[in-house]
């Protein structure tokens, strides 16, 4: 894989939280790269350091050392940010949480337009970028709805446009269809391959979920805090 085909590659990337007799490694020597337009699935057991790669490689928690690069621009060196994480995050991170997670009071269309307004994006063309957005994902005829008015597939779809906002090179997506029905599960996993291979950005899901595997392009695999396994076949993960 060329580096400009790279959006995300971590090298080392260890965790260490306390030290001496309460030392504990929550995350050890992770090294992996993630193409543009890959969808890429993390599995692994409670406590096997999943959330701690997903945190750290979302500039929220940091590593004790190791670097992480996103877009082929190094962003850590350990718990160094060459960056500005805050504004990176904002600029080139989206995310997917297990809840949606939307305002309460905005409406579907002002959810997703506030990400692009706090990323000093004009109103009216945060409007249109918006509008665009949750038609792209199937949902242009709840735009107006509240929150509160969407089923919860509906309700993560808004969420997947609002961390498409940006233009994200990377989406990072923990636990997504955990509180989904399997139909409702399956429609979200498959927005994150049409959004990967169409809109080139990587997705890295941590996922319990062995029930649509399949439309992964790969399966990392985590135990106790580090890579054990990567697979190039769902198929004999379901």
Do not use: C, W
Not at 25 to 48: F, N, Q, T, W
Not at 115 to 136: F, S, V
């Amino acid at each position: 894989m060329t580096s400009a085909a790279i959006a995300l590659e971590t090298r080392g990337l260890t965790k260490v939280y306390g030290s001496g007799n309460t030392e504990v490694v929550a995350m050890r020597d992770v090294s992996l790269i993630i193409g543009k337009g890959e969808v890429v699935a993390l599995l692994g057991p409670s406590g096997a350091g999943k959330s701690t790669l997903l945190t750290a490689v979302g500039l929220i928690n940091p590593p004790t050392s190791g670097t992480i690069a996103i877009g082929g621009r190094q962003v850590m060196d350990g718990p160094r940010e060459l960056v500005d994480a805050r504004i990176f995050r904002r600029r080139f991170i989206g995310y997917v949480f297990q809840k949606a997670n939307l305002i309460p009071f905005l409406t579907a269309l002002e959810n997703v337009q506030l990400a692009l307004e706090i990323n000093d994006t004009a109103g009216r063309d945060a409007r249109r970028r918006a509008m665009e957005l949750l038609e792209y994902l199937g949902v242009g005829d709840r735009v107006h709805n509240m929150p509160y008015m969407l089923s919860g597939g509906q309700q993560q779809r808004v969420a997947v446009a609002r961390a498409l906002a940006n233009h994200p090179q990377l989406i990072l997506a923990d636990e997504p269809t955990a509180a989904l029905d399997s139909v409702r599960g399956r429609q979200v996993m498959d927005l994150f391959r049409q959004v990967a291979h169409e809109k080139g950005a990587a997705v890295l899901v941590v996922t319990h979920d062995h029930r649509a595997l399949d439309v992964f392009d790969r399966i990392l695999e985590m135990e106790d805090g580090e890579l054990r396994a990567h697979s190039a076949d769902p198929a004999k993960k379901a």
